[in-house]
């Protein structure tokens, strides 16, 4: 490429991040890095109204925990500050009476009664919704219709007014999308969009056009829902002397409900019972609370990598792919044109798959974090065990997330899985030991507490070896006595080999959960 790519996420600071957000700045991510370019974060809080405190620190942390790091934002700052067009208000009035002054806008007066009478006096049944167009703005109070001194006289006296494109009639305007091709929009079918609002505030049309301009972007990826302004924004270009700067372009597919009908909503994550948001969101107004992929308990590079295949591949059956990997096999050519259906499922399965892959040392401390949460014992709040300084009490976390993380899904699971290795359960499903419980078998665990009780080498090895031993003696068959001693143990029906857990939960606490569950026994 000619030019050095930068490329933009250009988010509104009005609410939490909805996963398709998150894939549209994973796709603009990945193709800066794989072009050596820039990524750029610019806040679009142009429209104050939707304005919603806390949102714009949520999409930096999310962002943050998805490992995608701005090159230029408000928060790492650049050399085209600021990154919040709030802060750039001033910049854009100069634009918009440029392309006043050359025709190819207007000052529109209207005032919001003006407005609702248009949409009432012109609705038919054609055409239910007029809009404020090249046929209905010769019957508004605007710049076209008014003389050149009433304008002048209403300019100076402050009337409030907005600038208005004036889209020209019945013209073709096309441009070669990266996914789609060609495509091409009749200027008669789109209205006269507002670019310069009363109190001075761009839309996000006008500041698009002018941000991406002052900012050299090369590249502009944004959801298909943005096609329907792509001739606005053409045109904007053209009618500003900036064609030859205008970036590429690239509307990404939608990410669909799971049955394809319509795109993915936070109702639809309400309704089916999984997550939309990248992360926790709770809306300060309300004090309503929408549950993220992270709390979840999703990987980082699990949520990254189901995302970048939402509507992508790299040609193969490669599903799991780091990101460094996906940043060396990435291309818009093969970004897919229709939606992508969000499968839950296969979320989970990309879940366990890291969760698989990773180290203990990598889970470590959100598992500790997680255990901690859920109050199991020996973890303090914030996540560190009780004594944290211990190598010993790291060591054991460390053996117990590798004999566990194979049976987990989501981080949550390391609390069933595992808090039992910690402290002992509340509960002992003695239902499924009592149908066939004997006095032979009641012998049997009595003889192996004492026996494990003076054993002086403590390896999971040698207790099953003892074990065994015993079983024989007393002419029993092992697999009978293993789901006895694994409820003991774990409590229930699960886990990983149980002298695997007897040997990390050490004599003491092996010894006094058989003899815990033997007196359950007797006394039922």
Same mark, same amino acid.
Request: proline share 5%; with cysteine; net charge negative.
């Given at each position: 490429?000619?030019?050095?790519?930068?490329?933009?996420?250009?988010? !509104?600071?009005?609410?939490?991040?909805?996963?398709?957000?998150?894939?549209?700045?994973?796709?603009?991510?990945?193709?800066?890095? *794989?072009?050596?370019?820039?990524?750029?974060?610019?806040?679009?809080?142009?429209?104050?109204?939707?304005?919603?405190?806390?949102?714009?620190?949520?999409?930096?942390?999310?962002?943050?925990?998805?490992?995608?790091?701005?090159?230029?934002?408000?928060?790492?700052?650049?050399?085209?500050?600021?990154?919040?067009?709030?802060?750039?208000?001033?910049?854009?009035?100069?634009?918009?009476?440029?392309?006043?002054?050359?025709?190819?806008?207007?000052?529109?007066?209207?005032?919001?009664? /003006?407005?609702?009478?248009?949409?009432?006096?012109?609705?038919?049944?054609?055409?239910?919704?007029?809009?404020?167009?090249?046929? %209905?703005?010769? *019957?508004?109070?605007?710049?076209?219709?008014?003389?050149?001194?009433?304008?002048?006289?209403?300019?100076?006296?402050?009337?409030?007014?907005?600038?208005?494109?004036?889209?020209? %009639? /019945?013209?073709?305007? !096309?441009?070669? /999308?990266?996914?789609?091709?060609?495509?091409?929009?009749?200027?008669?079918?789109?209205?006269?969009?507002? $670019?310069?609002?009363?109190?001075?505030?761009?839309?996000?049309?006008?500041?698009?056009?002018?941000?991406?301009?002052?900012?050299?972007?090369?590249?502009?990826?944004?959801?298909?829902?943005?096609?329907?302004?792509?001739?606005?924004?053409?045109?904007?270009?053209?009618?500003?002397?900036? !064609?030859?700067?205008?970036?590429?372009?690239?509307? $990404?597919?939608?990410?669909?409900?799971?049955?394809?009908?319509? *795109?993915?909503?936070?109702?639809?994550?309400?309704?089916?019972?999984?997550?939309?948001?990248?992360?926790?969101?709770?809306?300060?107004?309300?004090?309503?609370?929408?549950?993220?992929?992270?709390?979840?308990?999703?990987?980082?590079?699990?949520?990254?990598?189901? %995302?970048?295949?939402?509507?992508?591949?790299?040609?193969?059956?490669?599903?799991?792919?780091?990101?460094?990997?996906?940043?060396?096999?990435?291309?818009?050519?093969?970004?897919?044109?229709?939606?992508?259906?969000?499968?839950?499922?296969?979320?989970?399965?990309?879940?366990?798959?890291?969760? *698989?892959?990773?180290?203990?040392?990598?889970?470590?401390?959100?598992?500790?974090?997680?255990?901690?949460?859920?109050?199991?014992?020996?973890?303090?709040?914030?996540?560190?065990?009780?004594?944290?300084?211990?190598?010993?009490?790291?060591?054991?976390?460390?053996?117990?997330?590798?004999?566990?993380?194979?049976?987990?899904? $989501?981080?949550?699971?390391?609390?069933?899985?595992?808090?039992?290795?910690?402290?002992?359960?509340?509960?002992?499903?003695?239902?499924?030991?009592?149908?066939?419980?004997?006095?032979?078998?009641?012998?049997?665990?009595?003889?192996?507490?004492?026996?494990?009780? !003076?054993?002086?080498?403590?390896?999971?090895?040698?207790?099953?070896?003892?074990?065994?031993?015993?079983?024989?003696?007393?002419?029993?068959?092992?697999?009978? $006595?293993?789901?006895?001693?694994?409820?003991?143990?774990?409590?229930?029906?699960?886990?990983?080999?149980?002298?695997?857990?007897?040997?990390?939960?050490?004599?003491?606490?092996?010894?006094?959960?058989?003899?815990?569950? %033997?007196?359950?026994?007797?006394?039922?």
């Amino acid at each position: 490429m000619e030019k050095k790519v930068r490329v933009r996420f250009a988010p !509104s600071p009005t609410g939490g991040l909805h996963l398709g957000g998150v894939r549209t700045v994973l796709f603009n991510y990945l193709f800066a890095k *794989k072009h050596g370019g820039d990524f750029i974060v610019r806040i679009e809080d142009t429209d104050q109204t939707r304005f919603v405190e806390g949102a714009e620190a949520y999409i930096f942390n999310t962002l943050a925990w998805c490992g995608l790091t701005p090159d230029e934002s408000p928060l790492h700052g650049g050399p085209y500050a600021p990154y919040r067009q709030s802060e750039r208000k001033a910049s854009y009035k100069q634009y918009a009476d440029q392309l006043v002054n050359a025709g190819f806008a207007y000052y529109a007066f209207d005032t919001p009664e /003006d407005l609702e009478q248009m949409r009432s006096q012109y609705k038919t049944d054609e055409n239910p919704s007029p809009q404020y167009n090249h046929l %209905l703005r010769t *019957k508004m109070r605007n710049s076209i219709t008014l003389s050149a001194d009433e304008v002048a006289e209403l300019l100076a006296a402050g009337t409030p007014h907005v600038v208005r494109i004036k889209m020209p %009639l /019945d013209e073709t305007v !096309s441009f070669t /999308d990266m996914i789609r091709g060609e495509v091409s929009f009749n200027t008669s079918q789109v209205d006269d969009k507002v $670019l310069l609002k009363a109190d001075g505030m761009p839309t996000y049309h006008l500041a698009v056009v002018v941000d991406d301009y002052l900012m050299k972007i090369t590249h502009a990826f944004r959801g298909e829902e943005w096609l329907p302004s792509a001739p606005v924004h053409i045109l904007l270009w053209k009618y500003l002397g900036w !064609s030859a700067e205008m970036p590429e372009w690239a509307h $990404l597919p939608l990410i669909l409900k799971p049955d394809g009908n319509g *795109k993915l909503s936070k109702r639809d994550g309400d309704r089916l019972g999984f997550p939309v948001f990248a992360m926790d969101w709770t809306d300060p107004k309300t004090g309503e609370k929408t549950t993220g992929f992270k709390e979840r308990g999703f990987l980082p590079e699990a949520f990254v990598n189901l %995302l970048a295949l939402l509507g992508w591949n790299d040609g193969t059956d490669n599903e799991v792919f780091t990101i460094d990997e996906l940043i060396a096999a990435f291309s818009m050519e093969r970004v897919h044109k229709g939606g992508a259906k969000f499968n839950y499922e296969k979320a989970l399965w990309y879940n366990q798959e890291w969760i *698989k892959r990773a180290t203990a040392a990598d889970l470590a401390d959100q598992v500790s974090e997680t255990l901690a949460a859920a109050g199991v014992e020996g973890f303090a709040a914030g996540g560190a065990s009780s004594d944290a300084g211990s190598a010993a009490d790291r060591v054991i976390l460390l053996r117990v997330i590798d004999l566990v993380k194979e049976r987990c899904t $989501l981080m949550a699971d390391f609390v069933t899985q595992g808090s039992f290795f910690f402290m002992s359960p509340s509960e002992f499903d003695t239902a499924s030991i009592q149908p066939k419980w004997t006095d032979q078998k009641n012998m049997f665990f009595i003889e192996l507490s004492k026996a494990f009780e !003076s054993s002086i080498v403590w390896e999971a090895h040698d207790l099953e070896k003892t074990f065994k031993e015993i079983a024989a003696a007393q002419d029993l068959k092992p697999g009978e $006595l293993m789901l006895p001693l694994r409820i003991m143990l774990v409590g229930g029906k699960f886990g990983p080999g149980v002298f695997d857990i007897a040997a990390i939960i050490g004599k003491e606490e092996t010894v006094n959960r058989i003899q815990k569950v %033997l007196s359950i026994l007797e006394h039922n």
